[in-house]
Nanobody
């Protein structure tokens, strides 16, 4: 069973920064990929970023590219989402998710249905 726990969400002013963390409890984490999603009030959950635990390219949504950076620390089974130059429209509950890093997954990595395991979410609020 794979468990994910996010942390780091809080209230921040526009233009500020936050770093979210996601601890993934699983053996052999290099077999997996992790994605970040967010859901704003009244909106559908949307893709933010995705990465492989065995290295390689990181993928981003256009809305966060050049402002957000996803990374990982394998020794701690922890993924990070560094968020800079935050905007009020970034206000949302942020989720991390995981799935086995297969060809089928990477064909669909922007879709929620590609992920098997989800964290509980952490609230990020950006004030103007």
């Amino acid at each position: 069973q794979v468990q994910l726990v996010e942390s780091g969400g809080e209230l921040v002013q526009a233009g500020g920064s936050l770093r979210l963390s996601c601890v993934v409890s699983v053996t052999d984490i290099r077999r997996y990929a992790t994605g970040w999603f967010r859901q704003a009030p009244g909106k559908e959950r949307e893709f933010v970023a995705a990465l492989r635990w065995n290295g390689g390219r990181v993928y981003y949504a256009d809305s966060v590219k050049d402002r957000f950076t996803a990374s990982r620390e394998n020794s701690k089974n922890t993924a990070y989402l560094q968020m800079d130059n935050l905007k009020p429209e970034d206000t949302a509950v942020y989720y991390c998710a995981a799935a086995l890093s297969t060809l089928d997954f990477w064909t669909n990595y922007r879709a929620q249905r590609a992920y098997e395991y989800w964290g509980q979410g952490t609230q990020v609020t950006v004030s103007s």
